[in-house]
């Protein structure tokens, strides 16, 4: 009866605990301190049901979890089965010779093995989150058994009643079958582990000899590796039927290489599917627009050439689409970029006619029929006869179309002098080395044959997708500064003509950049190159302890120049954009930029010289060599940067602030680090150490406000009348436009003279000081002049604009 109890009590709080836990495995991890003697390790005999309730729940969600899924036991029953095909493949005869195999046979076995490879490497990442779960459970399982044996055992010195000792022993024998199930698990888990592992790193380690094969095999080309074209006809029987059929094979080949690899790295098309849409957002958008003609603010805008390209979107978009693909699918098979490359003959052509005369078009038309002709041959089996002999009329179509251009020069009616010139010499190389290219086919050198024909084109080619993406590139540029929400921001709108520039600019140099990329790749220049550079920046030198490579050299000069360029960006923002949307106290906004300025410098300095080598101590020692020098023979300097830092934060002068020092009288054009520079009223710059700003007396006739009083004194004959002629002098200045009616424009009668009466007008300024002046005092004159006011008898003093009068 106890026993049935205490049963059913545990089946009761079994449920309730099931039903209430969130994680019943985490609690095995965390047994309340209540239940668990820490010293003892064990559960107090009180605890055992509510505890053993728990510890059932969690060994059942423990097997559920450790219970294989179906997926878990395909993957297990197809690891070994699929490593033995790889080891069956590898094998085999031509991945035992690959220093034999062509270039083409060599880029398949990369596809095939990289297909291998990414499905392991999937299969290895299950692996590893097994194996963490498993160590997870097993931690968990020795820790329960440890407990629930020093249990048993404190039950067995205690004389615990039977039943309790037989149910604690079901509980730690449960916890061992567990473990046991779960250790057999383990062990097969670390079998496939280590099975899958081993072979990604033979097929890594294969693909690097695959690689190096295939640059041996690009590279070796000058060799006989073919018979002479008179013998190859004596001994092999021309088929075109052969021949065609073995493109339509290796196309259907290059396709399935291609869908497989899309089908394998399906975890890239969400992020392709966003940005494709997104693209097909932004041209057809600019079309609309243009089509509605919204797209410029400026009418002259419309009809220049750059911007035709917009009303062509289907190839615009094709473009930017493939564009897209090259950086979301980096590992693509050369086969996807052959493809690509067909597909975008007709989208290049369309962009480059927006911007050519029709003169040009046949140019562009014959280039891309002898593309049609040399990369349908490409996908001949081999150099088979037929294959030879179109690319000899591949050849000599390329050689008849370079000469020419060359004889028309076309080149330069479309392109800028310097790249005429490079082109100009580029064609003449061509010309030679096709000729070159025609004798070795005959005599046999097949492979030298194709490379240079393969390198011709692919210059001309890169050259003309690379001017189509410049076109579309930069007329978006320029289309999107141009906008009327351009006008949004101050820094476009004040600086728009040079951001435009300067981004076309470098457009321009990442488009010729990026081809001599793809030049030098497709000519098997990279690798030279790239060893050339390497070596080049590794160069060092070594001063003292300290050791300098060329490399630290490059890091220095762009570290410093993007300091400068950093400095000058933030500075211009602040001023045009942040600085003139908001009210701050006067000179804050200089305190700020110039804080910050000399903060971004002096870190991108200590940077600078962080990339050569200099340490915390030499950096002490340079200070310490600078401050002797400045004790000596850097007085003054320091003492005017120090100058310029104090009036940064002193703020006595501000940028447009109208000063008078040493008899210069002018506006403040900048504050510099050594000095600042005064503009004055006759149009010359007055360059001033910033000391003498902090050392001397300056005059600032603008440091609270921009008022200025100013005063206009004339005599008139003792016949006239006072009160008039006060009422006169009030309403001409009160009635001009620059006067200030407060403080209001206040007419005095100075005093008598001895045959004058002498008049004073004072009134305040704000802007036009000069000129609002004159301008009053005309006034004045031609009010007293309409009134009839006689004048004194001496004229010459009759009007006085100065300061201070003279007295006849």
Known sequence: MKLLFILLSLFILSDLVHANSASVVQQQLQVSSDSV?????????????????????????????????????????????????????????????????NVRALQKMQAELQAHLKQLEEWETLINQNIQKYDKYREVLQTDLYLWKNTYNNALKNNAPKEVLTYIQTVVNDIRNLQKSLKKKYDKTLTDSQLVSSHILKINELLENIKEAENIAMNKVFYKNQPSLIEAQASENFSLKAYFQSIKNSIIEKYQETRNYFLINSEYWPTFLIVAFLSVLFVFYYNYLYRKKRLFVSKASIGRKIFFFIKRPFSTYVILFFLSMTFIFPDRPKSFAEIVLVLMIIPVVRILQSVLSKQYYKYLYTFFLIYIFYI???????????????????NL??????????????????????LYKI????????????????????????????????????????????????IILTGYIVVILRRRISSISHMLDKYAQKI??????LIKIWMILWWLLIVTKQLSLYPYLEEFIEHFLAF???????TISVQAIFDFIIIIVTTFLLAKLIRTILEIEVFARLRLPRGMPTAIITTLNYIIIIAGVFIAFSSLGVTTEQFALIFGALGVGIGFGLRNIIANFISGIIMVFERPIQIGDTI??????????????????????????????NADFIAKEIINWTLSDKYRRKTVEFKVDLENDIEQILKIMHDVAVAHKDVLTDPEPLATFKGFGEYYLEFRLYFWLCENLIVAQS???IGIYKALKEAGVKMPVLKANFFNQEEESRDV
């Open 37 to 101: 003697s820490e010293a003892e390790q064990y559960i107090a005999m009180s605890d055992v049901a509510k505890e053993a309730s728990k510890i059932i729940v969690g060994l059942k969600e423990i097997d559920e979890v450790l219970s294989e899924s179906k997926e878990l036991l395909n993957l297990q029953e197809s690891i070994k089965p699929y490593c033995e095909s790889i080891d069956k493949l590898l094998a085999s005869e031509k991945y035992k010779n690959i220093y034999t195999q």
């Open 775 to 777: 301008e009053v005092a």
């Open 376 to 394: 349908v041959n490409l996908n001949a089996t081999g150099f088979s006869l037929e294959s030879r002999y179109v690319m000899l009329l591949v």
């Open 423 to 470: 082109g100009v010499s580029l064609l003449y190389i061509f010309l030679f080395i096709l000729i070159a290219a025609f004798f070795a086919n005959i005599y046999g050198s097949v492979l030298l044959s194709f490379r240079v024909i393969n390198g011709v084109i692919s210059v001309l080619y890169a050259s003309m997708i690379f001017y189509a993406l410049y």
């Open 540 to 546: 060092s030198i070594a001063i003292g302890e300290t």
């Open 500 to 505: 435009e520039s300067t981004t076309m600019y």
């Open 397 to 418: 179509m390329l050689f008849t179309y370079i000469a020419t251009l060359l004889y028309n020069r076309v080149l330069q009616q479309i392109s800028a002098q310097i």
């Open 660 to 689: 008078e020092i040493d008899n210069t009288l002018g506006s403040v054009q900048s504050i510099g680090a050594r000095s600042s520079t005064v503009k004055t009223f006759d149009g010359s710059e007055v360059i001033i150490p």
